[in-house]
T-cell receptor
């Protein structure tokens, strides 16, 4: 089976940095996705990690450690529009099936 | 480019009624899937398909049926609606990859309430 854990909620100040952690236990692993979901909207793709290390995309970075079953999403220079839920999802070795964590709701305050 | 289109956007049903949630994509994606999203539980996979004529069960398939007669369409049927099926339903699609490395594109969701 797969257990994926992330914090339920985080609050940060505009302009600051927030790190959202995700830990997983899975019998097979072929990558980890991060999605952003604004309230009442569809999830949208942010990043994909399959190898250990850091992937950077502008203000967003994602890190993976396969040996530790751990990933984080780093949001820099926070903007009000970054207030959303961030979903961690793991894909097993075979097929496209995604298993999602419960999501982390990030609230950015002025 | 429409992407993934879900209809209806909102629906209220009575217990025991049946209905079909529609999902269509125009990106020629092989892989399509249905999720439900409940507060605090994230997205859970109901059914998925890796191509026309092929479907399989996900994590929470009970009470739902799917079919995939064309590449574009992947309808989800509720056989006999129950209050426990009140949820937001998302359809998603992606190019199929044996290693699953393609990000999925989500529709806008169907908000379903069962009374």
């Amino acid at each position: 089976g797969q257990n994926i854990d992330q914090p339920t909620e985080m609050t940060a100040t505009e302009g600051a940095i927030v790190q959202i952690n995700c830990t997983y236990q899975t019998s097979g692993f072929n990558g980890l996705f991060w999605y952003q979901q604004h309230a009442g909207e569809a999830p949208t793709f942010l990043s994909y990690n399959v190898l250990d290390g850091l992937e950077e995309k502008g203000r967003f970075s994602s890190f993976l450690s396969r040996s530790k079953g751990y990933s984080y999403l780093l949001l820099k220079e926070l903007q009000m529009k970054d207030s959303a839920s961030y979903l961690c999802a793991v894909i097993k070795a075979a097929g496209n099936k995604l298993t999602f964590g419960g999501g982390t709701r990030v609230l950015v305050k002025p | 480019n429409a992407g993934v289109t879900q209809t209806p956007k909102f629906q209220v049903l009575k217990t025991g009624q049946s209905m079909t949630l529609q999902c269509a994509q125009d990106m020629n994606h092989e892989y399509m899937s249905w999720y439900r999203q409940d507060p605090g539980m994230g997205l859970r996979l109901i059914h998925y398909s890796v191509g026309a004529g092929i479907t399989d069960q996900g994590e929470v398939p009970n009470g739902y049926n799917v079919s995939r007669s064309t590449t574009e369409d992947f309808p989800l049927r509720l056989l006999s609606a129950a209050p426990s099926q009140t949820s937001v339903y998302f359809c998603a699609s992606s190019p199929f990859s044996g290693t699953g490395q393609q990000p999925q594109h989500f529709g806008d969701g169907t908000r379903l309430s069962i009374l």
